[in-house]
């Protein structure tokens, strides 16, 4: 059964390019509603948990000093068939390969560097949006 949330984080790289606003605009313009939102800093022990499911990958170390080097914005964001259109929205985890006006495209530096997560399933949404919100700071 589909979920109307998804999560996502933009990562370190938009961070510091100052795309945080863009990328919420183009968001809020594609019909997502924005139910929680911050800005953090990932630790080490947060980001190798959160992608432990590629732990055996060999970029695996790569991903969490990435996800470590600065702050990321997280959202928890709200509309009819989330996941799957978040997922259009972002566009593919390759920039290059990436639609035009998806957010990777415009806004990805690299496939390392693609600029923004996004859930890949009503399941992961769920256990993503636990991760990192607190009870008390979803709407």
């Known amino acids: 059964m589909a979920t109307n949330q998804t999560f996502t984080m933009i990562k370190p790289d938009a961070v510091s390019d100052g795309h945080i606003g863009a990328i919420l605009d183009k968001i809020t313009a594609a019909g997502f509603v924005i139910k929680a939102l911050k800005m953090t800093h990932l630790t080490k022990t947060e980001a190798e948990a959160f992608y432990a499911v ?63 997560h996004g859930s890949d399933s009503d399941e992961n949404a769920a256990v993503e949006i636990a991760f990192q919100f607190a009870n008390k700071e979803l709407l």
């Open 54 to 116: 590629h732990a055996e990958r060999p970029f695996f170390g790569e991903l969490v000093d990435f996800m470590t080097s600065g702050p990321i914005v997280a959202a928890v964001l709200e509309k009819e068939n989330a996941v799957a259109d978040f997922r259009t929205l972002i566009g593919a985890t390759n920039p290059e390969n990436a639609a035009d006006g998806t957010l990777r495209k415009l806004f990805a530096r690299s496939m390392g560097q693609n600029a923004v």
